[in-house]
């Protein structure tokens, strides 16, 4: 197969990691209202080098762009962060991080991150293999449930990526067919490259102190391939992504996913509270060996003390389905279901022999809206849509052979009298005005939940206890609110602008066309760096033009 790609394949495929939060759509125009307003690189040159032939695709924070070496006329993809972004650096940081985390591993299936550099706008891009080819994703949506003979050597290679990526402390976060792309090499149709290390987790940047992307009680990735602790905002570990290849596992034998629902909300809670259906009872005409399912099964407990150890552990289950070996155990975990509901254990359809103990510890999730509604920064941020109501009680499973009675369900009784209760809304509404549009930031986390003077208002979780928000805007002091979200919230804030002095230009507004003085004065404010924005520090943003820092710099020392 030539090593080209159609403009819709390739952008269908990498569109994923330029800030779409769920599964990408076609790349069509009606589709692509931010990329509208970019500037076309079609027929340019970066860093003297990269000719760009055509536009691939694009997403909700930059686009892809097909490109040829000028000297040694290789053709290769180039992914350019959107200049609106451009500015801000948690952004630029996780970018970058995409290309120093992918080009750490160098395993051959895992996609090949070769150089970085800048736009003349001042973004930033980074150039990786071509590839032709499909994502998985789009390999199911034709074809449906796939033979085990043929998800066999696919799941090895994903595995076989992500041990070698385990092997670096890094862990990719964002497992899903989307990411896993299909290319014929070496007579293989099926060989695999892992795409899209976004929001991988860089183990060793956070032992050497270095200021983290990410912070503990954000939520990042895919609500339908995420883990029970990676949905709860917990610090997660090589585990999530053993139950991401899980749920990878689930769908390409069964054609589904374990757990849908209408919000990301509802598919959160189902990650953590119930259990997931016999793959065996829901694939349609396909035949799952039965030590085969218990790898899946094993993979998905919500327990990750209970999930295989490592990638070559569950490498080594898979290369023993068939081959005669028992099936893995699996541990019945026990969960407490909130408020009331049946005691869950994990299903193997009567065809999968279970560990016939329960877990010492048991998962005791306490599950609170707020952690629910928070967010992860920039492209993978996930917001809440609707309110719901809480998910029906998932039937009783069965493993093999009842060997001990029943438990009684842990369960609330009802209150006397209250056979109908009044359901409690799920979040509430806050209306802010402010005489500057201002960014409306979770002081801890840095979460930007929205912004004021929005007619929408700002969907967040309801609490009863008071909670602090910032409001910030450029050239302006923060101001800290403290609100109680027990119902909508509606009020007006004045913010003050900051001191002459206090912008972060320095005090001669470096860098401006003579690189020297700018126009900044003494006070070029937010956009100081750039020689703009005024003696108020409350002019146009502009593109910063400082240093690209280096991706790869820790690699070289």
Known sequence: MAETQTPMAMGATLVGGLGQAQAPRPVTGEHLPQAAAEPNLVGSLLLDRYHILDRLGAGGMGVVYLAEHVTIKKRCAIKVLSDEFAGKQDIVDRFLQEARAAS???????????????TPSGSVFF???????????????R????????????????????????????????????????????GTRDFIKVLDFGIAKVTGDEGEGGKGLTKTGMIFGTPEYMSPEQAQGMRVDHRADIYAVGIIMYELLTGQVPFTADTFMGVLTKHMFEVPPAPSSVAAGNRIPR????????????????????????????????????????????????????????????????????????????????????????????????????????????????????????????????????????????????NVEAEVVEPDSEVVLGSTNTPEGIKVARSLTPRHLILRADGYEDQTIEVILDSDFKQSYDLDRKAGKSGKGGKSGKSGKSGKSGKGGDSGGESGESGKGGSSGGGSPTVSTSPLKDPWQKLNK
Not at 177 to 184: A, L, Q, S, V
Request: glycine share 8%.
């Open 127 to 141: 150039v990786m293999e071509m590839l032709a080819g499909e994502d998985l994703a789009a390999t199911l949506k």
């Open 143 to 186: 074809e449906g449930a796939l033979p085990w003979e043929r998800v066999r050597p696919i799941l090895l290679q994903i595995c076989r990526a992500l041990a070698a990526a385990h092997d670096k402390g890094i862990i990719h976060r964002d497992m899903k067919p989307e990411n896993c792309f299909r290319i014929e090499r070496s």
């Open 291 to 434: 030590d085969a399912e218990a790898v899946i099964l094993k993979a998905l407990q919500k327990d990750r003390e209970h999930r295989f150890g490592s990638m070559p552990e569950m490498i080594a289950a898979l290369e023993a389905v068939g081959s005669g070996a028992k099936a893995v155990s699996i541990v019945e975990e026990k969960i407490n279901l909130p408020p009331s509901g049946p005691l869950l254990g994990f299903s193997g359809g009567g065809e999968v022999e279970a560990e016939a103990a329960r877990s010492s510890s048991g998962i005791w999730i306490i599950a609170t809206v707020a952690v629910l509604v928070l967010a992860g920064l920039g492209a993978y941020a996930i917001s809440q849509e609707d309110d719901t109501e809480p998910p029906p009680p998932p039937p009783t499973l069965s493993v093999g052979p009842a060997e001990t009675p029943p438990t009684t369900p842990n369960v609330t009784p009802p209150v006397a009298g209250d056979t109908n209760p009044a359901p409690v809304p799920a979040s509430v509404v806050l209306y802010l005005t402010t």
């Open 104 to 118: 750490m591993i160098a395993h051959e299936n895992v996609v090949e991150i070769t150089d970085f550099g800048q």
